[in-house]
């Protein structure tokens, strides 16, 4: 642009100077994402996600493993240090429901058992559900002999 | 080009670039500040672990747990929990304890390759079956309100079927019961190769691929484009909107992966063509579910523009447990429990929880 002394000038210089503050935020813009992408490593995560269209925090958004790669989606050849962990995961509550038929005993060997209607109170304008007494264990019975399980 | 229209156009360009630059700033700024993405916003303590399950129990504003009768949460295991407890002010479960309950909160957690071998006996059976005993213990009530959301809802019903004297009111939330009603999410893994899953070999579903069968559901607004495009509009919300969003999203997007063994088992014993629990009856392990023992207080909630479970395939509850109380809600299958206009279900669900037995079903 040509730059003379009337006022087209000044309306010129006034458009190049917003152009060249413009410029200086983009700038500002660019350094705070490099400065984030520098200081905080989850950003780039979270900028990826972004760029997918996704604002997820914490982890990358969920992607079908690259071709090539199927092991991620197949059952591993051999799964019993799976079993035997799951089977640990049993037993841990089976342990837990051994602990709870014991308070159960304790309690009751106390002559009252775990409910403690008393310290409850209502909730805001409601009224008390019934309590019953101690939950019985079920009322399902057992499955028919014979009957194959339905496995896949 | 004149002189004027050349300015015109420069003024034009320099608009865009600020308006576009404005965006990434706001996009840095959400990026960068911290929210509630993916924990709860109620303050609650971890009152039992086993597995990946964390059982949370609610703190009033004082750091102690609430005394009033207790109620139990129990979400879908294929998706986090959080969507119960999202946003101070706009959380379902802390609705129910600002109105006096003691709200306890089921985190299945996210499933790891162990855990392939999980299945329906293992999480009605044993974690959901522990988790309400151990709420009874703490609180002292043998029979507790149970309320559970989508897949949570299917457990918390075989649940209550095999213990129905544990619970003393069930809230239902989207919960499928005719597998044979076409449309949602089981239709959708049908079709996409769900019937492939194996009971005895089970894998570890990623994440990915669970997540692609929801993005099936709406595949035009789940396309990367969409995505994109939907993002880069809504970056004129201010930033606090934005946060709010970016909770939402975080739900939405970080799908947990699913244990094969229980998806085979539920595909095979309530999907399409099975249709089991319209049966009545259902084998849990080695054990056979009447749910006609089901005969405490039921409410069943289902949203009109449900995708992932249609609500006539909800609110088909009445053909197998005849009293329980059907409610539809305009809204989608996230927006009536956690969107703007939820308040309505939270209170409904405060309302009912609050009847005593009898009172308003002639039980």
């Excluded at chain 1, 002394?5 to 660019?30: C, F, H, I, N, P």
């Excluded at chain 2, 747990?65 to 109620?71: D, F, I, Y």
């Excluded at chain 2, 099936?216 to 930033?239: Q, Y």
């Amino acid at each position: 642009m040509t730059l003379t002394a009337d006022g087209k000038t000044a309306k010129d210089s006034t458009l190049v100077e917003r152009w060249l503050e413009d410029q200086r935020d983009w700038q500002r813009t660019a350094m705070a994402y490099l400065d984030s992408m520098v200081k905080n490593e989850d950003f780039l995560v979270h900028l990826g996600n972004a760029m997918r269209g996704s604002l997820l925090a914490g982890k990358p958004y969920p992607a079908a493993a690259p071709a090539g790669q199927p092991a991620a989606q197949e059952a591993p050849a051999d799964d019993r240090l799976d079993q035997v962990l799951f089977a640990l995961h049993q037993i841990q509550g089976q342990l837990t429901d051994l602990r709870l038929v014991l308070d159960d005993v304790r309690s009751s060997g106390k002559g009252s058992p775990s409910v403690r209607p008393a310290t409850r109170r209502k909730a805001k304008a409601t009224k008390r559900t019934k309590r019953t007494k101690r939950p019985a264990p079920t009322v399902a019975r057992k499955a028919r002999p014979g009957k194959p399980r339905s496995r896949g | 080009m004149s002189g004027d229209e050349e300015e015109r156009e420069l003024e034009a360009l320099l608009e865009l670039s600020r308006r576009g630059r404005a965006k990434l700033d706001r996009l840095h700024e959400v990026l960068t500040s911290p929210g509630h993405y993916g924990t709860g916003a109620t303050p609650s303590a971890v009152v039992y672990r086993e597995n990946k399950l964390r059982l949370l129990r609610l703190l009033d504003e004082q750091g102690k747990p609430r005394t009033g009768p207790p109620v139990l949460f129990v979400p879908a295991p294929v998706s986090r929990y959080f969507i119960v407890d999202l946003l101070p002010g706009r959380s379902f479960a802390g609705h129910v304890a600002a109105a006096g309950f003691d709200v306890f909160v089921i985190d299945f957690g996210t499933p790891t390759s162990e855990d392939r071998f999980a299945d329906l006996a293992y999480y009605v059976d044993g974690l959901v079956r522990r988790s309400v005993r151990i709420v009874s213990e703490l609180t002292g009530v043998p029979a507790i309100n149970v309320v559970g959301y989508c897949l949570g809802g299917t457990l918390s019903l075989l649940y209550a079927a095999l213990y129905p004297d544990t619970v003393a009111r069930l809230v239902l939330l989207t919960t499928m019961v005719d597998g044979d009603v076409q449309g949602g999410i089981g239709w959708v893994a049908h079709r996409m190769g769900l019937a492939g899953e194996s009971y005895d070999t089970p894998r570890l579903v990623p994440a990915a691929e669970v997540k692609s069968w929801f993005e099936m559901l709406a595949p035009g607004s789940n396309s990367l484009i969409g995505r994109v495009s939907d993002l880069w509009e809504r970056l004129d919300d201010p930033a606090a909107r934005l946060r709010d969003v970016r909770t939402m999203a975080t739900w939405v997007d970080d799908v947990v992966p699913a244990p094969g063994r229980l998806l085979a088992e539920m595909y095979q014993k309530f999907g399409p063509g099975r249709n089991g629990l319209m049966t009545g009856i259902v084998q849990i392990g080695d054990r056979m579910v009447e749910l006609a023992a089901v005969r405490m207080p039921v409410l069943s909630v289902s949203a009109e523009k449900d995708l992932i479970a249609p609500p006539e395939g909800v609110d088909a509850i009445t053909k197998i447990v005849p009293h329980a109380e059907v409610l539809r809600l305009p809204g989608g299958h996230v927006g009536i429990v956690a969107g703007r206009a939820a308040a309505g279900l939270w209170q409904r669900t405060v309302d009912f929880l609050a009847t005593s037995r009898g009172e308003a079903h002639g039980t």
